[in-house]
């Protein structure tokens, strides 16, 4: 499995103008190849292929004046935003067809320089790799300094540079785990757990377990507010505006990533102590439609699920979804009795046919565990196998939560 591990770059005054000038010739090379293909489907020609582009938008062009600055950058950069057009214009047809997963992706559209993000790929063919000190060497660079907040478990196969909204450089290393060293991490376990998440209490276990949600941007709210207030005052295209945003960036960051850390801690947790984990497929985007859609977006039960889907993967356990109509909160875990809908005030209730009083979001926990077949695993039968894609490694996660930092 391929995973990515991401730490904090510091680059001084020399290497962020170095960056900025990468930033700037990936985004005219991206450009270009987007205008020539729409200037060949305007015509009815076919498009240039890889090949040809690269000719034409980068040896070609470094000789002519207009372009001649594109020789201060690695060729690399370059090729790789050739790549990246390529890409989206491959998701843009699979998508028409009907073949790719997910939401309806639309054409590849022009690049801006105040885009929020920026970002340049080196792959192996660059000659880029760590030095002793431990900086990072970029060809036409320098030794950038970099926060490591823990070893790379392998050697990475690429590494990209990414500047945030926030001011911030990140890079981002590609890395191919190792599954005998994943499995000696995380041996394997009998322990089952269904998992209802909520708003009051951003996650009810199956075992009675209730982890409050920290509702991160709630508690940052104010601070957001006065920040935006004083960017809506600011002059635009001042630089007093630009502070202003940048704090803004800042401010969202800083929520971001406290969530982010959250999901994290509680999704290793979960997944190093339960072979198998049932969650409900939430329907995210309806929801956040609803009156309580900051609150959903603050909770991030998206972002969660995905951390416990390429967790599980890559360390053998199972992850069932089961579907969204499932009646959880309205059946009884005890008898199986169907109890009708229940308003969300409704915290507890007693079941008619048995007459068992029920925390209403830990008997839907219970439910979840068993729709999912998962109840009886404990006892020796196998849990239900599931193919979960991989996505990304669980950057900033340095270890498993303990007391408080779990809850």
């Known amino acids: 499995m391929q995973l990515r591990y991401a730490f904090r770059l510091y680059p001084d005054a020399a290497q962020q103008a170095a960056l900025a000038r990468a930033f700037g010739c990936a985004r005219v090379v991206f450009n270009d190849a987007v205008r020539v293909r729409e200037d060949a489907r305007k015509a009815g020609d076919p498009f240039p292929t890889a090949g040809q582009l690269s000719t034409r938008l980068i040896t070609e062009a470094k000789r002519t004046p207009e372009r001649s600055w594109l020789?201060?950058?690695?060729?690399?950069?370059?090729?790789?935003?050739?790549?990246?057009?390529?890409?989206?214009?491959?998701?843009?047809?699979?998508?028409?067809?009907?073949?790719?997963?997910?939401?309806?992706?639309?054409?590849?559209?022009?690049?801006?320089?105040?885009?929020?993000?920026?970002?340049?790929?080196?792959?192996?063919?660059?000659?880029?790799?760590?030095?002793?000190?431990?900086?990072?060497?970029?060809?036409?660079?320098?030794?950038?300094?970099?926060?490591?907040?823990?070893?790379?478990?392998?050697?990475?196969?690429?590494?990209?540079?990414?500047?945030?909204?926030?001011?911030?450089?990140?890079?981002?290393?590609?890395?191919?785990?190792?599954?005998?060293?994943?499995?000696?991490?995380?041996?394997?376990?009998?322990?089952?757990?269904?998992?209802?998440?909520?708003?009051?209490?951003?996650?009810?276990?199956?075992?009675?377990?209730?982890?409050?949600?920290?509702?991160?941007?709630?508690?940052?709210?104010?601070?957001?507010?006065?920040?935006?207030?004083?960017?809506?005052?600011?002059?635009?295209?001042?630089?007093?505006?630009?502070?202003?945003?940048?704090?803004?960036?800042?401010?969202?960051?800083?929520?971001?990533?406290?969530?982010?850390?959250?999901?994290?801690?509680?999704?290793?947790?979960?997944?190093?102590?339960?072979?198998?984990?049932?969650?409900?497929?939430?329907?995210?985007?309806?929801?956040?439609?609803?009156?309580?859609?900051?609150?959903?977006?603050?909770a991030g039960w998206a972002s969660f699920i995905g951390m416990l889907e390429y967790k599980a993967e890559r360390y053998g356990r199972t992850l069932v979804k089961i579907g969204r109509f499932e009646p959880t909160s309205q059946t009884c875990s005890t008898c199986g009795a169907v109890d009708g809908p229940k308003p969300l005030n409704v915290r507890e209730w007693t079941c008619s046919a048995c007459g068992t009083v029920h925390d209403r979001d830990t008997n839907a926990a219970i439910n979840v565990k068993t729709a999912a077949g998962l109840a009886v695993s404990a006892c020796g039968a196998p849990v239900r196998p599931g193919a979960i894609p991989a996505q990304r490694e669980e950057t900033g996660s340095h270890g498993f939560p303990t007391g408080n930092r779990a809850a």
């Not at 920290?214 to 007093?240: D, H, W, Y």
């Open 71 to 298: 020789g201060d950058v690695s060729a690399v950069v370059l090729q790789q935003s050739l790549r990246d057009a390529e890409t989206a214009y491959r998701n843009f047809f699979t998508s028409l067809k009907g073949t790719r997963r997910g939401a309806k992706v639309g054409p590849p559209r022009l690049k801006s320089r105040k885009d929020a993000r920026q970002s340049v790929r080196f792959t192996a063919n660059a000659r880029w790799g760590i030095t002793g000190p431990g900086r990072l060497n970029l060809p036409k660079i320098g030794a950038v300094k970099v926060k490591w907040s823990r070893t790379l478990p392998a050697t990475p196969t690429s590494v990209t540079v990414i500047k945030d909204a926030a001011g911030r450089y990140f890079a981002s290393f590609v890395i191919d785990t190792d599954a005998a060293a994943d499995a000696i991490r995380m041996p394997e376990t009998d322990c089952t757990i269904g998992i209802d998440l909520g708003l009051t209490h951003f996650a009810v276990l199956s075992d009675g377990t209730k982890i409050e949600s920290p509702r991160f941007l709630r508690r940052a709210e104010k601070k957001l507010k006065k920040a935006q207030k004083e960017l809506s005052r600011k002059q635009k295209g001042s630089r007093n505006r630009d502070k202003a945003r940048l704090k803004v960036a800042r401010a969202h960051a800083k929520v971001a990533d406290a969530r982010r850390e959250f999901h994290h801690q509680l999704s290793t947790k979960l997944i190093s102590e339960n072979q198998g984990i049932a969650v409900e497929d939430l329907s995210v985007a309806g929801l956040a439609r609803t009156r309580l859609a900051k609150s959903v977006h603050d």
